[in-house]
């Protein structure tokens, strides 16, 4: 009986391990769309200074270069997929019902005007920080936290400074972390 229970402990154990081996495989996932968001978010805070009326260009070109990028990330890692525990397909739902989240957000942010960056802040903070909590990775949990004070500090800023504190979350939330997770792949 105890040697079935130490089995079970052990089963357990190794079940979590390759749960998070699996969780560092999608850090390019956080630095592509880290990447993405820093990047437009940048590029449209500094044509806003400039005074051009095409300031979100950045978005127009980086997200769907994201889009492309993850697609072919998806496809590659359907070929050496393997059989995904409960918290990864967890995890899995809510990432894509973060991404219709997201949308509708975006889609409807000539309604929620100034306050849409705050939204989309406090969503990437939820996220991360169930994403790090599922697997104690403390990285997502301080990004998440950086986010929550970014939303905050966003509801009292202008628009503009509102792009640097978007930047900035992604930054905490996915860029440093899926580096992380990439240099932790790495070494396991």
Not at 37 to 54: D, E, P, R, T, W
Request: a positive charge; aromatic letters at 16%.
């Amino acid at each position: 009986m105890e040697n079935s229970a130490q089995q079970n402990l052990e089963l357990i154990a190794t079940m979590i391990k390759q749960a998070q081996r699996r969780f560092y495989n999608d850090s390019p996932y956080y630095i592509l769309w880290g990447s993405a968001v820093f990047l437009a978010s940048l590029v449209q805070y500094f044509l806003i200074l400039k005074g051009n009326s095409l300031n979100g260009l950045g978005w127009a070109i980086f997200i769907p270069a994201a889009l492309v990028i993850q697609l072919f990330i998806i496809r590659k890692q359907k070929k050496e997929e393997q059989i995904k525990t409960a918290v990864e397909s967890l995890l899995v739902s809510m990432w894509v019902a973060f991404g219709i989240s997201i949308f509708i957000i975006l889609l409807f942010s000539f309604k929620l005007q100034e306050l849409t960056y705050p939204i989309v802040l406090c969503l990437y903070a939820f996220c991360t920080f169930i994403a790090g909590s599922a697997f104690k990775i403390k990285a997502f949990i301080f990004g998440a936290v950086a986010c929550w004070i970014f939303a905050i500090t966003a509801f009292f800023v202008s628009f503009e400074n509102q792009l640097l504190l978007l930047a900035a979350g992604v930054l905490f939330a996915f860029i440093i972390p899926g580096v992380i997770l990439r240099s932790n792949e790495k070494t396991h």
